[in-house]
């Protein structure tokens, strides 16, 4: 027992030696309790000290954390205003990350109810198509007038089967509605208390006729509508149809509750009344909307497909009419551009308008006959023109033409700037020609060498003899040709004459050699110019030219002096008269 | 947003459906209640600011003719004993309506209201049954239906007790 120090202390007696005795038994206790007296100061540290350690928190939070969790919701409405804060700014930090994070969910959603609408949508228009046009559609337009629902209602209402338009999913211990999912067209009242009072009525059906608890309200009707009733161990569907539902809708009723209670069956074990969780159902719940009517897809199918056929049809021809109009457009463009005299500077077209802007020379073209040749409607062509002074070669030899204005025996060409002038004309023109080609802009020279005068076609015509034989009259062939040449002179000359106001007389003129008597040559003379005369009237000239026929004056006196063989001839002298004279010329 | 079922307990003619009507801005129709016994509505309230939709089925009233169905009580997660003020009786019937309720649901919060505050003076229900009632751990509450008095409190109290469970709120009988 002496070895206990607390006991042997007081027992040691008061001496000198106690000092020593004293650091001995410390330096004892320090060596046998040194752990435990460490131990004990860092507990009474940890006690006086009641600062929290971050450290050990963490070990214990997420503990702590469940345990609360399972108490009571104090711990869930402490941190519900602070985490929502916190995602309002994660949101608005990084909205990014969060869409990431939640489009996984958010897709498959908004892709179903868009097929779902789209397949409505077309379902409502198909059936509406189908009867636009028939007898009952025009009933059931008049219907739609009377009520004043949509017309594609009506019809849809009237060529129903069955069309499941709620479903409820109920919480069978509750009544409380965990989901609900409706057509678009569907009339809802509350459907919290909805959930409510179908509880209430199983229950009271139940009970008034003592039936057990897994006995349940299988369906009742109401006028148009049936609502069936999927029974679970947690939770029922409900389904409100309206029309005569097939049996087969039953199974997937009850396919889709069984699917519903396998997912979320903590969910419907733990229920306490929120119902966020049931939300994921959506998708179960919408596969059973389900619709059925008379009309068969195919032939609704078909209208449409005639349709969209004619429409296409429509657009096809609407696009050609277009592409023609624009390809006559773009052609005529084409057109004016090349034109002298046009130069096109703004083209503007829009659907079966056009517009052009530019120059043009008046003596040019016409572009408003240009539109009318390329098929154009020309009220749709807006044109806007300002004239100016083209110096192209062609306009150059126009307005060449428009100042001097010559004769159609005249025909004016361009040689650079040199003007040629080829033809017949009078003598009047030419000299005009002369005195203004060097005015006519653009051009600086002329050259006339080209140009035959009634003067030059007078004396060619004048040097022209027919011969004949000794004591003939007739005409030989090879005199003929000589005669067609006089012709043609007759005839430009009569051209280059007739805007002059002149006339062209042509006397022939008959004469004989020395031999026979006087009269026979006489004779013979006259003979000869008729005989030219004939062949003369046999050609075409002009009103301008008169031929007369006589004797040549030397004929008398040839005979008398008995000259050369070389007289046996038909001379020609034409000569130009005024008009006023012409109307008096006869034939002797 | 949190739902709750809560049943309007009482006897016959306490004035059940008009403290809902009171409390229940549009009411669905009573017609119900005389033809299955219950007629169910709803109403949202906001409670330690959190919404919570009170689905209030309002039980016909229980009489010698008509046992509350405890079906109708199965789930809820509270509910309300509604006594008349000037009608003793009607005590005794909200007495065995918590032993049913406290039988079928078991200890969920409940609270009493005694209605017809309006007519304290013709009360047959005494201060001193009162107090036993509260003895019993029943929070008792005063409240006139015509009036509106008492009415949201009624209903706030007990969201609040549902939210906020506490052994006071249920019967230790």
């Known amino acids: 027992m002496s070895s206990d120090p607390h006991r042997s202390r007081p027992d040691s007696p008061p001496s000198e030696g106690l000092t020593s005795f004293d650091e001995d038994w410390t330096q004892l206790r320090t060596l046998l309790l040194a752990p435990e007296q460490t131990q004990l100061d860092e507990l009474r540290e940890r006690l006086d000290n009641r600062s929290v350690h971050p450290r050990e928190v963490s070990l214990v939070l997420p503990e702590a954390f469940a345990v609360r969790g399972e108490k009571d919701q104090q711990l869930s409405n402490v941190l519900t205003p602070y985490v929502e804060d916190g995602f309002a700014a994660a949101v608005r930090k990084s909205p990014r990350a969060i869409v990431d994070a939640i489009a996984p969910i958010m897709r498959p959603a908004i892709r179903q109810a868009i097929t779902r609408v789209l397949r409505s949508m077309m379902q409502s228009f198909n059936q509406s198509l189908n009867e636009s046009l028939s007898v009952r559609g025009l009933r059931w337009r008049v219907e739609a007038w009377h009520t004043g629902k949509p017309f594609a209602e009506v019809v849809l209402l009237h060529t129903l089967r069955y069309r499941v338009e709620q479903v409820f999913l109920i919480h069978r211990e509750t009544g409380l509605l965990l989901h609900h999912v409706t057509v678009d067209a569907a009339v809802v009242q509350d459907q919290h208390v909805i959930s409510g009072?179908?509880?209430a009525i199983q229950s009271f059906v139940r009970d008034s006729f003592g039936a057990s608890q897994d006995q349940t309200l299988d369906h009742f009707q109401v006028g148009d509508w049936t609502v069936w009733i999927e029974e679970g161990s947690h939770a029922y569907l409900a389904g409100v149809i309206r029309g005569a539902p097939p049996a087969t809708l039953r199974e997937d009723f009850h396919a889709a509750l069984h699917d519903i209670h396998?997912?979320?069956?903590?969910?419907?074990?733990?229920?306490?009344?929120?119902?966020?969780?049931f939300k994921a159902t959506q998708s179960h719940l919408e596969g059973c909307l389900q619709a059925h009517h008379e009309s068969s897809w195919p032939a609704g199918t078909s209208k449409v497909w005639m349709l969209v056929g004619l429409i296409l049809t429509a657009s096809v021809w609407l696009g050609w009419i277009a592409y023609q109009a624009h390809a006559r457009w773009s052609e005529l463009v084409t057109k004016l551009r090349a034109e002298?005299?046009?130069?096109?500077?703004?083209?503007?077209?829009?659907?079966?308008?056009?517009?052009?802007?530019?120059?043009?020379?008046?003596?040019?073209?016409?572009?408003?006959?240009?539109?009318?040749?390329?098929?154009?409607?020309?009220?749709?062509?807006?044109?806007?023109?300002?004239?100016?002074?083209?110096?192209?070669?062609?306009?150059?030899?126009?307005?060449?033409?428009?100042?001097?204005?010559?004769?159609?025996?005249?025909?004016?060409?361009?040689?650079?700037?040199?003007?040629?002038?080829?033809?017949?004309?009078?003598?009047?023109?030419?000299?005009?020609?002369?005195?203004?080609?060097?005015?006519?802009?653009?051009?600086?020279?002329?050259?006339?060498?080209?140009?035959?005068?009634?003067?030059?076609?007078?004396?060619?015509?004048?040097?022209?003899?027919?011969?004949?034989?000794?004591?003939?009259?007739?005409?030989?062939?090879?005199?003929?040709?000589?005669?067609g040449t006089v012709a043609a002179l007759l005839r430009d000359l009569d051209q280059s004459v007739s805007q002059s106001g002149q006339w062209v007389m042509l006397e022939v003129l008959g004469s004989a050699d020395e031999t026979g008597s006087e009269s026979t040559n006489i004779q013979l003379s006259k003979a000869r110019a008729d005989a030219v005369l004939a062949i003369l009237e046999g050609e075409r000239f002009g009103q301008s030219t008169t031929i007369t026929t006589g004797i040549a004056p030397g004929v008398k006196q040839r005979a008398l002096k008995g000259e050369s063989a070389g007289q046996r001839i038909a001379s020609l002298r034409a000569t130009l008269v005024p008009s006023t004279r012409g109307t008096e010329i006869s034939r002797p | 947003m949190m739902q709750k079922k809560i049943c309007m307990l009482g006897g016959f003619a306490v004035g059940k459906t008009s403290l809902v009507r009171r409390f229940v801005s549009n009411m669905f129709s009573d017609h119900y209640q005389t033809t299955i016994g219950v007629t169910v509505e709803k109403k949202n309230v906001t409670v330690d600011n959190r919404d919570v939709m009170l689905?209030?089925?309002?039980?016909?009233?229980?009489?010698?003719?008509?046992?509350?169905?405890?079906?109708?009580?199965?789930?809820?997660?509270?509910?309300?004993?509604?006594?008349?003020?000037?009608?003793?009786?009607?005590?005794?019937?909200?007495?065995?309506?918590?032993?049913t309720?406290?039988?079928?649901?078991?200890?969920?919060?409940?609270?009493?209201?005694?209605?017809?505050?309006?007519?304290?003076?013709?009360?047959?229900?005494?201060?001193?049954?009162?107090?036993?009632l509260r003895e019993r751990g029943w929070p008792v509450l005063f409240g006139s239906a015509k009036l509106g008095q008492g009415v949201e409190e009624l209903f706030v109290t007990l969201a609040t007790r549902m939210g906020n469970p506490s052994p006071r709120s249920t019967d230790r009988s």
């Open chain 1, 262 to 277: 396998a997912q979320h069956v903590d969910a419907l074990v733990n229920f306490d009344g929120d119902a966020a969780p």
């Open chain 1, 340 to 483: 002298p005299g046009i130069v096109v500077t703004v083209v503007r077209s829009a659907w079966e308008n056009y517009y052009v802007k530019g120059l043009w020379y008046p003596l040019a073209k016409d572009p408003s006959g240009m539109v009318i040749d390329a098929g154009l409607d020309p009220s749709t062509v807006t044109a806007v023109w300002s004239p100016y002074y083209a110096l192209d070669s062609q306009l150059i030899a126009t307005r060449a033409q428009s100042i001097l204005q010559p004769p159609n025996t005249v025909k004016l060409t361009l040689e650079g700037e040199t003007l040629v002038a080829t033809g017949f004309a009078s003598s009047e023109w030419v000299r005009e020609m002369r005195r203004l080609a060097v005015f006519v802009p653009g051009i600086s020279r002329y050259r006339a060498d080209g140009l035959v005068t009634p003067s030059d076609l007078i004396e060619r015509i004048n040097r022209a003899e027919v011969r004949f034989s000794s004591g003939s009259s007739t005409v030989e062939a090879s005199q003929r040709a000589a005669l």
């Open chain 2, 101 to 132: 309720a406290a039988r079928t649901v078991g200890a969920v919060p409940f609270v009493s209201i005694i209605n017809k505050a309006d007519v304290r003076s013709e009360w047959e229900i005494t201060e001193c049954a009162i107090e036993q």
């Open chain 1, 197 to 199: 009072m179908l509880t």
């Open chain 2, 55 to 99: 689905m209030l089925w309002d039980l016909y009233g229980d009489d010698e003719f008509q046992r509350v169905r405890d079906s109708y009580l199965r789930g809820s997660s509270g509910y309300i004993l509604v006594m008349d003020g000037t009608r003793k009786v009607t005590l005794d019937t909200a007495l065995a309506l918590q032993q």
